[in-house]
Nanobody, 115 residues
């Protein structure tokens, strides 16, 4: 049974940075596309960033391009989301997602951007 565990969320001031981590287990991590989604109160869950399994191709939501960076370490079965220049509108629960033969979701980690 696959499992994803996010960490690194918290409270940060506007303009600050956070790095989220997602540790995977129970499936062949290197063969899965990994994504970060977020969901703000009263809004639908949206794709923030994704990274492909083999070549590490990345894609980003327009709202985070140039500020967020997704990366993965297949040796550690971990995917990261480096978030810089954070804005109040980045406040949300951030979820890790794995897509391959099956699909897995993490439990989410809260990111709050506020002064």
């Amino acid at each position: 049974q696959g499992q994803l565990v996010e960490s690194g969320g918290g409270l940060v001031q506007p303009g600050g940075s956070l790095r989220l981590s997602c540790a995977a287990s129970g499936f062949t991590f290197s063969t899965y596309t990994m994504n970060w989604y977020r969901q703000a109160p009263g809004k639908e869950r949206e794709l923030v960033a994704g990274i492909s399994s083999v070549r590490g191709y990345t894609n980003y939501a327009n709202s985070v391009k140039g500020r967020f960076t997704i990366s993965r370490d297949n040796a550690k079965n971990t995917v990261y989301l480096q978030m810089n220049s954070l804005k109040p509108e980045d406040t949300a629960v951030y979820y890790c997602n794995a897509i391959g033969n099956l699909q897995y979701w993490g439990q989410g980690t809260q990111v709050t951007v506020s002064s």
